[in-house]
């Protein structure tokens, strides 16, 4: 492609990028993989800045599962990753956490900013930033195929503990061809800012997971005959240190619902 070809294909991805967030803004609800291809997409948690150290190291001993792309100052909504974004209207669905279990789901979370004007915000790589990538590559990814929200599991593997946090690591799977797992490994393997290569290939009870067709968190997915169940670390696992740790208040996004920044993908290859 020309350069002004690639301009054109950047600011369509970045007005997609806005557009959804102005829909999830006035109310729309919706799983965001497949939304503005091409963008960087995030999890996201908000504690109170009590707990925003404790988290920060958690984070950092534990970065293929945390991997901070941004972190928002006390009791503020705006992040560097998204101009004019506000953080507690332009995600589809929240949720929210008191004592470590999780108390509702909103569409709208300005209002707990207001409770808790101390929030510090975490921002964190998603797996559905290197999705683009891989379909590029003619790999299916098929939860965005069958218009449904990724699965995903908490596992048998404990996370390096840091201050009062601990927890288990949580996965996500997508089903890949036998013969197609070494180029998916390769091509999320160079997006280590949004959890990188796989973990885990194949039998899913090495990571105690019972059964592959009735995750944590999401929608289960069809597993063709020759596929194999290929699971990355993921971003909801904060959540799972918050359930683990009895954290007194927290809001995170609500599973497979993301903040979808202006950045392209192609920021977090290496």
């Given at each position: 492609?020309?350069n002004?070809?690639?301009d054109?294909?950047?600011s369509?991805?970045v007005a997609a ?9 006035a109310g729309k609800?919706q799983p ?7 963008m960087?997409q ?6 109170p800045?009590d707990w ?10 534990n ?5 901070v ?8 909504h ?5 101009e004019?974004?506000d953080?507690r ?7 929210v ?6 108390a509702e ?8 900013w ?9 921002l964190i790589?998603?797996s559905?930033?290197?999705e ?12 965005i ?7 995903m599991y908490?596992?048998n ?5 840091a ?11 997508r089903?890949?061809p ?15 800012s949004v959890?990188g290569?796989?973990?885990h290939?194949?039998?899913?009870e090495a990571?105690?997971?019972?059964d ?9 997915v069809r ?5 194999i ?8 696992t904060?959540?799972?240190a918050?359930?683990?740790s ?5 809001v995170?996004?609500?599973p ?6 202006d950045?392209?993908d ?5």
């Amino acid at each position: 492609m020309t350069n002004h070809v690639l301009d054109e294909v950047r600011s369509a991805a970045v007005a997609a990028a806005r557009t959804a967030r102005e829909s999830y803004r006035a109310g729309k609800v919706q799983p965001t993989a497949g939304v503005a291809p091409g963008m960087t997409q995030a999890n996201m948690i908000a504690l109170p800045r009590d707990w925003a150290w404790d988290f920060l190291l958690y984070a950092q001993r534990n970065p293929k599962a945390c991997p901070v792309l941004d972190v928002i100052e006390a009791g503020a909504h705006h992040t560097v990753l998204a101009e004019g974004a506000d953080i507690r209207t332009d995600i589809p669905l929240y949720r929210v956490w008191r004592n470590g279990r999780l108390a509702e789901e909103v569409a709208d979370a300005a209002p707990l900013w207001q409770e808790h004007p101390d929030l510090v915000t975490f921002l964190i790589g998603c797996s559905f930033t290197f999705e683009t990538p891989l379909l590029e590559a003619g790999i299916e990814v098929r939860h965005i195929t069958d218009g449904s929200n990724v699965p995903m599991y908490r596992t048998n593997r404990q996370c390096r503990p840091a201050g009062r946090l601990h927890g288990e690591l949580v996965v996500s799977m997508r089903p890949i061809p036998a013969g197609r797992i070494a180029d998916a490994a390769m091509i999320s393997g160079r997006f280590p800012s949004v959890h990188g290569a796989p973990v885990h290939v194949g039998n899913p009870e090495a990571l105690g997971i019972a059964d592959i067709h009735r995750p944590d968190f999401g929608d289960a997915v069809r597993i063709e005959p020759g596929e194999i169940p290929v699971f990355w670390a993921c971003g909801v696992t904060p959540q799972a240190a918050v359930m683990a740790s009895g954290v007194p208040f927290a809001v995170t996004h609500a599973p497979g619902h993301m903040f979808i920044t202006d950045v392209p993908d192609s920021t977090y290859h290496v």
